[in-house]
């Protein structure tokens, strides 16, 4: 029973699949194919069934059971009559044994109709299940054969149909479910946000399937922008829903919200345009609402044989035109152009404005109105305009230039799976076919018939590898009767090029179409250009707010800004060194970080040229550079440069910033002043770290003053602090410090024992050996250190802690705060080393000094108790000349090793 019920499984999927989208559609061929599909399952069953003693046991009733439940007795009596004469075929029952059993399977299923749904399984209703099979139980009481089986055979078969009626209703339940939830998400897709309408996707869905002799009716709310700025946007949004709702209750299913405040309806009535009139008069005399007075125009098409979707939009979209135009609140009923290619001797035409333009135009001040950069959905949000206005388009595609490449932002009428694809500068004017002069002056361009094909066929052939998927795609776009290419140039360099064209005429494209497509591009123009000042906005503002900060940080975030402000391939800066009277590379961003040179000599380099007459220069074209290998930016070793002096007022020449990119995109004069506002950062970038490199100077050698002014008081050996700092120093760079910790370190050890000037002369000069309680006076030189060194300013924080930490100790019998292990800062542990070094082999006037053998075998027998065991074991290998805790000489016997060193 197992195969059974297996292939049952199996065949109950493969009729599920016949369901394909909710709502179900009441199809006949696929009722036809359902009940095919049953009857064959209910045979294979009773086929593969299980022989025993001279009767089968399958479950052959269970497909009959579900067409029963789904299309009524006499459908699944049809169903049912083949797997009965294969029973009576094969010997298994008589023809009477058989139609009974197949009849009261049928009757007692109908009787279950209304209860049970082969399509979903409510538990109330499961006690129904075992219901059809109830009869099968004659055929056992009427033959012997089925009376020797017994009960207990019966309620086992039992139970097995009615498992695998369950399993069967829910492998039906869970295609649909998964179909239901497909439509609902096909319906969010397809609804507007706001309304609850249809909205433009699901209009262009509808339209492309209205009947020749429907209606296409465009509304658009009257004064919508003087309503939302006298009551306000919530009250607009109001008014849209109030429209909508109207909309929904007079034509159900019949509406859809394109954009903003433009509404559709797609109807087939005969009376249409009586219909629209008394639905405007609704809105006029909708009393005291909210919004104030509410109108709408429209504009209407009927659609005629042979016309696109695109002609009967256009068609509606002039009359709506003349709706608005001429008074408002009214309905327009528009004929159909016929469209025709202009004699030669005709003049051209005039461009009549239309509203689809006007709603476009007014698109474009919307998106410039706002201070964000435009996603893929804005720009196919244009794109679409474009294509449903200009007459004759039915699709379209838009590419934009990013960095040295250009992107397909947007498509319409061709597979969205084409966004995202790139093109090389060389396969663009491939698809162009015109001289580069008309390319970057922004020249209109037709192409008809087999001149599309050639064009297309080189641009495949020149695409970027960014998957073959989309390559596919590229090849497999509806055949393009004409097209119209418009590039779009800003400051001469061309940033897009848009594309409209047409899949049923070659005659699309007249001067006038043309004119309509450059009116769109000027649009783009505009877009890409407030784009390009708002990135430069924000890029500069993110630079500016860097200036104060690290300036390593701060000079890289300037190339790297610059890199990407002027699109070019490779960024680097020249710090000018008076002393040496040379430049020197200090930071590069691009195809490469590494410089051909890193000192760039007083010679003829035309960075020098920049640098003495202080003026920013532009070279076309070169051919080497000292920053990077020209190769690495253009395959025919050229490349555009564009250098930029630092100059300060105040203290002349800092150095020069240096961009290069592919000599086909050259740096225009434009640019120059975008390149002086990241000079002027750039001076008070590098201004700030010479100013601080001064402070620093002057604040190592305020500290270096106040160290030895403390060996003076302390009586200690004369350049005890600059010891220490050397020591301590080869410690940090042996460890890896970073410069900044390498600072802290040299700080601490400068100031490591300020708190002594806090101390009492009688105990701090004391030649002898401190009793216990001077000591106790003497250990309050470190937290007394550390409050002194908090006042003084820019001193590194972690130069603290070498102060107050410095005579901790490993095992944590030290002072002040008694710390222990990794719990002692870092620099504090290194200080820790070199000063008690420096301690034991120095004079000093209560001891003579040790020799380097006896203090390294001191430091080493403190390893793991008073010094860090690591450092130590460094310590040893930067100064002990290779001495290590085994080769160190054995300590005198009976010696006290308690040094005054604090």
Known sequence: MLLNLCLLITCTFLASLTYRELPVAQRRAASYVRLGLAAITAVTLVIYGIPVDGRTFHLGFVPIVLIVLRYGPWKGSLVGLP?????????DKTLPIALLDLGSVVVLSTMMQPHLNPAAIRPRTLWLTPV?????????????????????????????????????????????????????LRQQIMQDDLTGLGNRRRFDHELAQLDVGGHLVLLDVDHFRSMNETYGTAAGDRALRYVAQVLRDTYPGCGFRLNGDSFALLLDLPDAPARIETLLGTFATAGDAPWGHLSLSAGMATRQAGHQPGDLLHTADEALFLAKTNGRNRVVVGRPSVRRSPTPTESRPVVRPRYALWQAQRTTVGLLAQRRALTDLDWHDLLRLAVSTVEGVEAGSLNIRDGTTFRLVATQGHPPGLVGTRFTDHAQLEWYRGSVQDW?????????????????QHVISSTLPDGSQRLMLLESRAPVRSTLCVPVQLAGEVVAHLNLDSLSSADTFTPQVISETESFAQQIAALLQLQQRWREFDLLAQLHAKVGTDDGLAQQHLVEVAVELMYASHGAMLRYDPALDTLVHCMSRGVSTTPRVHVVPRDDEPVWDALASGRILRIDSIRSSVTVDVRAI?????????????????????????????????????????????????????????????????LDASLNTLGVALEARDFETQGHTERVRALAARMGQALGLSPERLTALAHGATLHDIGKLCIPDSVLLKPGRLSPEEFQVMQQHAPLGAELVARIPYLHPEAHAVVRHHHERWDGAGYPDRRAGEDIPLLARIFALCDVYDALTSERPYKKAMGHAQAMAILIEGRGTQFDPQLTDLFVQVVGDGVGPEAAPPLPTGTAHFHRVG
Do not use: K
């Open 440 to 456: 970057r002056r922004g020249v209109p361009r037709v192409l008809r018939g087999s001149e599309v094909q050639g064009a297309g």
């Open 132 to 184: 059809p099979f109830l009869g099968l139980v004659v055929g056992i009481v009427l033959t012997p054969e089925g009376r020797s089986f017994g009960q207990g055979v019966y309620v086992g078969m039992l139970a097995m149909h009615v498992l695998a009626l369950l399993m069967c209703m829910g492998v039906i339940h869970a295609r649909l479910a998964l179909l239901y939830m497909q439509h609902e």
């Open 634 to 698: 253009s395959e025919d070793h050229r490349a555009a440069q564009l250098i930029v002096p630092l100059i300060s007022p105040e203290r002349g020449p800092l150095g020069v910033l240096t961009l290069l990119r592919s000599h086909h995109h050259a740096f225009q004069p434009a640019e120059e002043a975008l390149a002086g506002m990241l000079a002027s950062i750039g001076v008070s970038i590098l201004e700030r770290g010479v100013h601080v490199a001064d402070l620093r100077a002057t």
């Open 83 to 91: 797997a009965a004469a294969v029973l009576v075929m094969a010997g």
